[in-house]
């Protein structure tokens, strides 16, 4: 709520009646208690010669303002492993490889050692660790990169010789180029017999995948993830392409990184591996984990043992938090605990609530029992439709239904697709949001998903009606 003229009158020492005169010279019409916008409260200070400035609260849970990354061109920054994603179409050999990968190079002294599954795990070769993140596929990459977090330096991508580019070798490309993040190709299963890995150069080089060979910079290389040929090579051209990359971090400040995967352990509570992307994690650090918090208690590496500390590029499993983190989250290390206990119980509080708005999220599926605890004193909908007519005849009709005391409000009704900003009103507001012949953007819908606004599409003007008549009567006949 903004202030009015009554505050405004207390802050300037004059009288609220003057200021509401003083508004009405202006052009604006208000009485002492209305909430002027801020336009206003601009226009009305610098009548009286002073300057009005907006104070806006320093927002302690933003993790965003705490997440920093070295620059690149930083002094006393040092070489970090490269941080590598397997992606390429199913069956063509991505799990084979990191399999495969995972038993390769087992430190000394440690054979048989790799055992744990933790989401990611580091290789040793010659002295050079790289990490690879264990889940293979598209989803955790994209999920990471959707919220913010660009963990991962190399992709490798798997083809399989046999079968050649596919669509999710496509996808996969997509994502590579989406991110800015360079390719190496591992032609896969150059054992078989129908192995045709010059087909697969040739169908690469149509998505911009040009091997060295024939005059590009994709790195190809071949291999065989069942039997092991040319494994090394693909461990060597990864760090190759490292150091083309420069990668650096600063080992020497306070950690900051990305929740890899996270669980609730039985009898160690919360459980998350991270992935260090600047700084070291010490055991004791206090650090907030998207909307949790603690103190890492303890730290085990990939092969299950107790550490530490952690540099950057590794990963690391660690108890000590409050509650499960997301995989994606961003985590930051605080000088003091104090500090973050503050922003971790900022954040928590802060999803909660998120979380209870959702529980209440008025849907088509639940409409009739908010009704019927009389929660609800009106059903909020937001119309979008194609032409100004059906927007029209939607609201008009919408309008009419009445179901026990309980009526239609059109808080919002336009022509076009559904947009994010309707997505935010529908949060804000609490309302369904009808689409006739419109769909939402993509982004659009996917605010819809993670805020749970129900969006309903129709072509056929009396079944948008019905639907929600349906449902406030409680007669919605269940979707199978
Ligand atoms: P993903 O779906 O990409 O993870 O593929 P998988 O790693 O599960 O492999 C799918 C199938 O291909 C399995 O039966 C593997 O044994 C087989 N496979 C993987 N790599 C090779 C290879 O290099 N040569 C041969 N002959 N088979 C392989």
Redesign the pocket.
Same mark, same amino acid.
């Given at each position: 709520e903004g202030m009015n003229a009554q505050d405004l009158g207390k802050i300037l020492h004059r009288e609220p009646t003057e200021i509401v005169k003083k508004l009405f010279m202006l052009g604006i019409m208000t009485n002492q208690n209305q909430s002027l916008e801020d336009d206003t409260i601009e226009l009305l200070a610098t009548d009286y010669g002073i300057e009005a400035q907006k104070v806006v609260p320093e927002d302690i849970g933003d993790l965003d303002k705490y997440f920093e990354l070295s620059d690149n061109n930083q002094k006393d920054l040092k070489k970090r492993p490269p941080v590598v994603t397997i992606m +390429?179409h =199913? /069956?063509? +050999? &991505? !799990? !084979?490889l990191l399999d495969r990968l995972r038993h390769t190079h087992v430190t000394e002294g440690e054979a048989g050692g790799i055992t744990q599954h933790i989401g990611a795990y580091q290789v040793d070769i010659e002295g050079r660790l790289i990490t690879f993140l264990d889940t293979?596929g598209h989803e955790a990459f994209t999920e990471m990169r959707a919220r913010g977090a660009d963990v991962t330096d190399i992709i490798i991508l =798997?083809v399989a010789a046999d079968d050649g580019v596919m669509p999710q070798t496509i996808e996969a490309i997509n994502h590579a180029k989406a991110a800015n993040v360079p390719v190496i190709v591992a032609v896969? @299963?150059i /054992? @078989?017999p129908g192995a045709n890995p010059n087909h697969v150069m040739e169908q690469l080089s149509e998505y911009e995948l040009i091997p060295e060979d024939w005059g590009g910079n994709t790195i190809f290389v071949n291999i065989?993830? &069942?039997t092991g040929q040319n494994i090394d090579e693909v461990l060597e051209m990864v760090n190759l392409q490292a150091d083309i990359l420069e990668l650096k971090a600063d080992p020497d400040r306070l950690a900051v990184g990305t929740v890899i995967e996270a669980k609730l352990d039985k009898g160690r509570g919360p459980v998350a591996t991270l992935i260090v992307q600047e700084g070291t994690l010490h055991i004791g650090d206090p650090l907030v984990v998207g909307n949790t918090f603690g103190r890492v208690r303890s730290m085990t590496n990939d092969r299950g043992r107790r550490v530490k500390l952690a540099t950057p590029s590794t990963p690391v499993e660690i108890t000590g938090l409050n509650s499960v983190p997301d995989s994606a989250d961003k985590f930051v290390v605080f000088e003091d605990e104090k500090t973050s206990r503050q922003v971790g119980e900022e954040r928590a509080k802060r999803a909660e609530l998120n979380d209870r708005q959702k529980a209440h999220r008025v849907t088509i599926d639940n409409l009739f029992d908010s009704m019927s605890e009389g929660e609800l004193k009106e059903v909020a909908v937001i119309i979008k439709a194609d032409v100004q007519g059906s927007v029209e005849a939607l609201r008009q009709s919408l309008e009419k239904i009445e179901v026990k005391g309980v009526r239609v409000n059109v808080i919002h009704s336009a022509v076009g697709a559904i947009n994010e900003s309707d997505v935010s009103l529908a949060t804000a507001g609490n309302a369904i949001i009808i689409g006739f012949n419109v769909r939402p953007t993509s982004q659009a819908q996917q605010e819809a998903d993670s805020e749970d606004v129900d969006i309903r599409l129709h072509s056929v003007i009396y079944k948008a009606i019905e639907e929600i008549e349906s449902a406030m009567k409680g007669m919605l006949e269940p979707v199978y």
């Open positions: +390429g =199913v /069956d063509h +050999g &991505k !799990t !084979t293979p =798997v896969n @299963k /054992d @078989k065989s993830a &069942k």
